[in-house]
């Protein structure tokens, strides 16, 4: 058969399939790639919403820039253009370094309890994994009303228990952001489900060699299963870290938008969203909406990079194979 046959047909099935995803590729150029260079040119506008936008070269820019290096020299962060948005950021990076780690450990060696042969081990999975599907406004609701310090339940039991007197939580600013960290583990139950998919992956022929060597309980767990875990670990983490900084529901349901007490927990898209559709500076927080996509793109190769070092494959380092 002539070859010239063989690659039209190729050819034929190439143009069907793209006939079928051009409704998706329509929506993404649209829908996706098209409001981001919108973002992209308003970065360097000024636009209200109302008005058409206006040319300002890079006046977003050097209001989030102006006067950082003066402001690091003499530790006065009212030399700073805009000091809201470095509070902003500052406030989404401790949550990510508190919250992030946690959120990690807790759904590792909960699925690392859950892929042992207990008593209804399915009903227990699912307990745990129905938090992390529930809305977050009612989420954010539910905890709102347990951290009260005044009507809410948690304090009389910290009380009852302790015999300490509860803290402020969400109304207190050293507590405010350590309390959302709490809530987030409610959730941990997502990445405890992919955590469980990968534990059920490890061969169980490494358990037993490692036991006919003699390794117990511990070492078994150090050197087989945190080993065969780093790639699904990585997975959680590259997601994990990408969701933290578009941190948003929650905090704008408890405070109501304002990201209080004192902006201690003004979020940085809460004030990305204050921006846009508060104050109606639209071109200002389509700056900070790419700024944020730097800081998130940057960090995501930082983690990528790093995976040659932590992440096997096989039992071998990516970048040694």
């Given at each position: ?11 034929r099935?190439?143009l069907?399939?793209y006939?079928y ?12 790639i ?6 992209l ?9 109302v008005s058409?936008?206006v040319?300002?070269?890079f006046?977003?820019y050097?209001?989030?820039f ?18 809201i ?19 990690l ?9 859950l ?15 129905l938090?992390s599907v ?11 009303r ?7 339940i948690l ?7 302790l ?21 987030g ?13 990968g534990l ?23 050197h ?10 990585f997975?959680?983490?590259v997601?994990g ?6 941190y948003?529901t ?9 990201g209080?007490?004192v ?59």
């Amino acid at each position: 058969m002539p070859k010239i046959f063989h690659l039209s047909i190729r050819r034929r099935e190439a143009l069907t399939g793209y006939l079928y995803i051009t409704p998706w590729i329509i929506g993404f150029l649209i829908f996706t790639i098209g409001p981001m260079f919108a973002s992209l040119y308003y970065s360097f506008t000024n636009y209200d919403i109302v008005s058409p936008p206006v040319w300002n070269n890079f006046a977003n820019y050097k209001r989030v820039f102006s006067g950082v290096f003066q402001a690091l020299i003499s530790q006065d962060s009212s030399k700073l253009g805009d000091p809201i948005f470095w509070q902003s950021l500052k406030v989404t990076l401790t949550y990510a370094v508190m919250g992030l780690p946690l959120g990690l450990i807790a759904g590792f060696f909960l699925a690392v309890l859950l892929n042992q042969k207990i008593p209804f081990v399915n009903l227990w999975r699912t307990i745990y994994f129905l938090p992390s599907v529930i809305a977050g406004v009612a989420v954010a609701l539910l905890w709102g009303r347990i951290f009260n310090p005044k009507v809410g339940i948690l304090n009389p039991i910290i009380e009852a228990v302790l015999h300490v007197k509860g803290p402020g939580w969400l109304a207190d600013p050293q507590w405010a952001v350590p309390s959302l960290v709490i809530m987030g583990l409610w959730g941990v139950g997502g990445g405890m489900i992919i955590y469980l998919a990968g534990l059920q992956g490890v061969p169980t022929d490494f358990y037993d060699a490692a036991k006919v060597d003699g390794a117990n309980l511990l070492q078994r767990f150090r050197h087989i299963t945190v080993p065969m875990m780093t790639p699904v670990i990585f997975y959680n983490l590259v997601l994990g870290m990408i969701g933290t900084f578009q941190y948003f529901t929650e905090v704008y349901v408890i405070t109501n938008g304002e990201g209080g007490p004192v902006r201690s927990t003004l979020f940085y898209n809460l004030y990305l969203y204050q921006n846009a559709f508060r104050y109606n500076h639209m071109g200002y927080a389509a700056t900070m909406a790419w700024i944020l996509f730097i800081i998130v793109l940057v960090l995501t190769l930082l983690v990528f990079r790093s995976s040659d070092i932590w992440v096997y494959y096989e039992g071998s380092l990516r970048g040694r194979e």
